[in-house]
């Protein structure tokens, strides 16, 4: 297992922009979101992050991704609520004279759907777009304390190392003659005492290690730290947070004044 | 309750003294490592398994250290592979600072004695409540009240199918699984914890 990155690295305006020009646009799509419970709005704002991901070179990515994560926990949503909601009434489809899909159910899915890719589209749009590093060199800006920056941005680097650990741990427990392939799921909870204890060994021998190597570099020094890779506001921030701001305003206000509610599709 | 807590740093001062050290911090990448793993090894498994590094950090080093493992581990999630695992750091970090809390109480102790096993078993019953308590709210508005396990939506489909409302549905689904999702867990955690040699324990309250 290697960590795999969200991150997709191109040149495009999108990449440019300071995450804090992100994080601002993300909230913007997402309060519209959480605020209204109407579908439209929901799917115009997921729709305007598609845009912005194209903006970015990236919109292959983002949807496909999202799809990929979104689609096998929706299966079993829309199944569940279509058959079993109890605010259904209306039969769609009917499989069995007591067992049929519901139209209530099944748009109350649809409208989670929409929902959660408009409340975190944007959030995965900033994650797509931006590097790690530039991430925490903007949230240490924004008033993050290094002492949390720091273990977040270095489990990059340990989460693999603490996988090849498992992959040698294994591999002396079996040669010690534990049992680790073809068992049941009780016999597999226990192999978690065996296989973590000497995990989490080395893992404090490696802390020990680590923090005299920070102490060594000033960690806990009281001097302002500078970053190798600056962030900073530019002309163009300033112009995307005014454009989408505007954008969502104006979609939002326009939806919910022309499309009368409740909707004439029962949305 | 922060008179209390003060109360208690100043009783047991070497444990508050430990957590915001720099091997403390140092700890936290660690923890997060041990929480990623254990969530890959327990796939297959009917449980989650992924708060046994928050659980972890809490008992050994202290409940701040367990409560920014928890939410550091979520959003290390997000940025990485789960782009909807953000809400869950709440979760996450609550569990990691109880089990903290309750180490620090002197509820978890390193002896395999009938009261103790009794007292683990109490102090998951509280995680699961708390888990339960936290995270129904949120599948409820996000996922309508699935959790994305089969089991679990399963037993959350028959509650329906009986004719229950979403929330009490999702609630008691989510609580028979985190019931047994945080017995399992906390009992492995304390486990792998009476077996951590005590000379390295010894070096870390000096």
């Known amino acids: 297992m290697s960590v795999r990155l969200s991150f997709v690295p191109r040149s495009s305006p999108i990449h440019t922009l300071d995450p804090r020009t992100k994080l601002i646009l993300w909230v913007t799509a997402a309060v519209p979101a959480i605020v209204s419970n109407s579908i439209l709005v929901c799917l115009a704002v997921f729709s305007l ?12 990515p983002y949807v496909k991704n999202l799809a990929k994560i979104i689609i096998p926990v929706f299966i079993p949503i829309f ?10 009434k209306t039969p769609v489809l009917f499989i ?10 099944l748009v109350f899915a649809a409208v989670l759907l929409a929902r959660l890719l408009a409340i975190f589209g944007g959030g995965y749009l900033l994650t797509l777009t931006t590097r790690p590093g530039d991430l925490m060199a903007s949230m240490q800006k924004i008033g993050l304390p290094l002492k949390i920056a720091y273990p977040l941005f270095s489990a990059f680097q340990i989460v693999p190392m603490i996988d090849s650990r498992l992959q040698s741990v294994r591999q002396a427990q079996m040669s010690r003659g534990l049992k680790l392939e073809d068992i049941g799921v009780i016999q597999r909870l226990r192999t978690y005492v065996p296989l973590i204890t000497p995990l989490l060994m080395g893992a404090i021998e490696e802390a020990y290690r680590r923090s005299i190597a920070l102490e060594a570099r000033g960690f806990s020094s009281r001097i302002k730290k500078t970053f190798l890779r600056d962030v900073r506001f530019h002309r163009i921030d300033f112009c995307f947070i005014a454009a989408t701001v505007l954008v969502v305003v104006m979609l939002t206000s326009v939806i919910i004044t022309v499309v009368p509610h409740p909707n004439p599709w029962g949305l | 309750m922060t008179l209390w807590l003060k109360k208690m740093a100043e009783s047991r001062p070497s444990r508050l003294r430990i957590e915001f050290s720099t091997f403390g911090i140092a700890m936290i990448p660690l923890m997060i490592g041990i929480n990623i793993v254990s969530s890959y090894l327990a796939s297959g498994t009917p449980i989650w398994a992924d708060t046994l590094g928050s659980m972890l950090a809490g008992i050994i080093i202290g409940p701040i250290n367990g409560l920014v493992v ?34 620090l109480l002197g509820l978890v102790r390193k002896e395999t004695t009938a009261p103790q096993v009794a007292r683990t078993f109490g102090i998951s019953i509280v995680l699961a409540v708390v888990a339960t308590l936290i995270s129904t709210p949120l599948n409820v508005s996000l996922w309508g009240g699935s959790t994305g396990k089969v089991w679990v939506d399963a037993i959350f489909a028959a509650f329906m199918a009986g004719g229950w409302q979403v929330f009490p549905a999702s609630m008691a689904a989510e609580f028979i ?7 399992i867990t906390f009992f492995i955690a304390w486990l792998i914890y009476t077996r951590v040699p005590l000379q390295f324990i010894k070096t870390l309250r000096r």
């Not at chain 1, 845009?51 to 970015?56: D, E, Q, R, Y």
């Not at chain 1, 199944?79 to 259904?88: C, E, K, V, W």
């Open chain 1, 49 to 60: 992050t598609v845009i912005l991901s194209a903006v970015g070179k990236v919109a292959l």
């Open chain 1, 79 to 88: 199944l569940i609520q279509g058959l079993f909601n109890p605010a259904g």
């Open chain 1, 96 to 105: 069995t004279s007591w067992l049929y899909f519901k139209r209530e159910g």
């Open chain 2, 70 to 103: 928890g939410i550091l581990t979520n959003v290390f999630k997000w940025i990485t592979f789960d782009p909807f695992a953000l809400p869950y750091a709440i979760v996450n970090a609550a569990i990691g600072l109880i089990a903290g809390i309750c180490a």
């Open chain 2, 177 to 183: 699984s985190d019931i047994t999702d945080k017995i």
